[in-house]
């Protein structure tokens, strides 16, 4: 279409379910090539793709969570061949028999194709002017310039070469087609939305062919039929031109649909912590997520999951609200300060009363509100994710909560609220003129009583400081730049907020949910604690020099061990209290962030096996043991209980470090793990009690030999995910990490770099590639980028490494903190948000390069 003209109009019923198509929150669109992409030409090889509408099409696989594809009958390299530039689309060739993306090709008798061919020539030359085509799985027979009555060869066709077993007879527009593997666009659609975890498919055919995909099309779905003939699909264009002016709207309708529902990015958001909760502020000071009384309860504040609707507690200015927000951390503590314009906005976890507060049961958010004219404030609380009814009574200095689990109330002196109904829910708005001074607010969780404090609230924000500062002034920062630094001080100050202060616990983040990719549905809980994860965590606060961290969670893991019925009984994950979690369930109330569901809460990965947990917690004491702290009678016997846990159950498969939800394998980071296991612990009985018990060396080494041997694959050329496959994995970057390989062993070396070459992308290091049973593609794991940058200083590539940390840091939002992911085509943050993984990971990679720059 030339610049000017004017687009020709679409019928309204198309133009509806494109604009409905177009808030998918994932979506698909696939097209055939002839008739579709492509005007039919008299003969295959003349094809010519319609310019216009490739180019609609590469405009939409450009955007954002949106996935272009191209289904055709002919093979994947003759699609590539006549659209020449396919960069993102997803191709999938011989009536989706050939999909590269998808999977290996099927596996055919050639020898079978070969007689096909041949008999079907034959047969052929009675009919002058049609057209024999050789595919990659199947001939067809072209008579669209054949002079004569084409029926009876197309009868001996069908009845001949067509009749022979395993051969499958495909009609379509002047063609009839043999093909030796089973076909159908329909599967291929289907594989393809899977793949891609897309929430609505647009189809775009033309053939007989293409009526398997229409029939697979959903409710949800769109299907368009280009021009004449019968059909299943709901709506029709009047010819392939027609096709450029679909996918222009489409277009159109999707990118006003991203601009419009675009999300705050996951990692714009900041943190607050008094380590009994979390709450998530966004950039303009609203809080997003808070759960109560505890990190891994139900939210009062969900709105980062299901819009204000869900719990905000949002304050605005009045009047003209534009203009930048800007965001900043006190130094090396929680207290938030948001600038709006001329407003401040001033955001604490109150820890001012240290450890003995955190164990009584309470938590206070306090704001403080102050600057110039009048904001808007919404008190919006909804229990247990909105699924119980929140109703707000107006009393003397506040609100009280009703009906909450555990007390509830905002104590906010002298501000007059204005309370409404919504639903069963109530929600409370108040406007307040700053121009009388400071507004302090303070959300009380575990009480009712709205009694000033007797501590001033600039007393308590000045403890809360030293609480952080405090704490953060203890550690040993490596000796790096100064962004670095700053960097390694808010990742351990994470770890810390994370951690659950009555317990030991940490939580492997603050939220659930949050999606990886967005749009998707790889949507998990991660607000409990992973025995290995926090183990990883409270070492790396180790490096920097915390010892209390360590020892604290060592205390609760032995409590949870004791009461396993047996130590290889015990689970991937807990609450932070330490109990077993109930059953993952989907919130179906709850549209999710940016419309990715399901929501859950629980995890299902607590009933796995997961054998590389045992390694990290022994690697902890063994820690301990070379810092010079206590190693107790308890720290001991835990030891012994992993180690032996190992001795039990290592030959096992397992669902690995990723927990995949599909049939155990044979890890080769289990296996590592386990061997680190043994071999820490023969380090920490050594220290203990000065003897190792009998068989422990020889363990080690009978696990060493067999990690070695069978998680070598030849044809990966490194040390693959599981044994007797190549596929690669980014954890096997741990036998060397670990120590199991030393540095300039070939064999690592060379996993590193295949690693490097096979799953980097971007600044970003992938898990795997390898198809896990869970729909959608995921972008780069952060700890997995974290672990190529140590493995890089390892084997002597520091410079490189140097370089890659730096970029790292880039990962990072405004005020320091890391997602679980990063999509690179997209350039945003994804997953749960602080990720403990995340987090220490770049601290673990600090400590590595300061390491290997000394050297």
Known sequence: MNPGERQPAIDPALEERLRTAAAAPMLLIACDFDGTLSPIAPTPSQASPDAEAVRALHELDDLARTHGAVISGRGVDEIERLIQDCRGLLLVGSHGAEAPLLGPAPAIDRSLLTEIEREVRSIASELAGSLVEVKPYGVALHYRLATGDPGPVLDAVSVGPGGRPGVQVIRGHKVIELCVATPGKGRALERLKFHTDAKSVVFIGDDETDEHAFAALAPSDVGIK??????????????????????RRLGELRRAWLTHAAPTPINAHAMLSDQRTVALINPRGGVAWLCAPRIDSG????????????????????????GPARQTYAPDSMILTTHLGGVKITDYLDCSAGRAYQRAGRSDLVRVIEGVGTVRVRFVPRLDFGR???????????????GAHEPLCLYAPGVAWTVEEDGRHHSATASINLERGPVLMEMRIGTSSLRASPIFETSRRAQTQRFWSGWAASLAIPDLPPDARTAVARSALVLKALCHGPSGAIAAAATTSLPAPIGGSRNWDYRYCWPRDSALAAASLLRLGNTGTAMKLLDWLVGVVDRCESSD????????????????????????????????????AAGQL?????????????????????????YWRLVESMVQAVARRWQEPDHGIWEVRSAPRHHVHSKAMCWLAVDRGIRVADAAVGRVPDGWIELRDRIAADVLTQG???????????????????????????????????RFVATVQAIDRELGQGPVIRRYRSPDGLPGVEGGFLICTAWMIEALALIGRTEEAARRFARYLELAGPTGLLAEQFEPTEGVAAGNYPQAYSHLGLINAAVRLAASTRR
């Open 388 to 402: 119980q009814p929140s109703r707000l009574a107006v009393v003397s200095d506040g609100l009280v909560v009703e």
């Open 226 to 247: 280009v021009g004449s003939g019968p059909t299943v699909a709901a709506l029709r264009v009047a010819q392939q031109a027609d096709v450029a002016v679909v996918l």
């Open 299 to 322: 939210a009062v504040f969900a709105s980062l999951l299901g819009g204000p609707g869900r719990g905000e507690w949002s304050v605005e200015p009045e009047g003209d609200p534009a």
């Open 712 to 746: 070598w694959n030849a044809d990966a050329g490194a040390f693959s995910a599981a044994y007797g496959t190549p596929d690669l994995d980014a954890a096997a970057l741990h036998l060397g990490l670990s120590g199991l390989l030393p540095p300039d062993d070939a």
């Open 610 to 634: 997961q054998l590389d947990m045992f390694g990290p917690i022994v690697e902890l004491v063994a820690m301990l043991t070379d810092s010079g702290a206590p190693i107790t009678p308890q």
């Open 569 to 604: 009984r015990l689970r991937p994950i807990y609450t932070v209290a330490g109990a077993e979690l109930g059953p993952e369930a989907e919130l179906s109330e709850l549209a999710g962030y940016a419309g990715s569901r399901p929501v859950r809460i629980g995890n299902a």
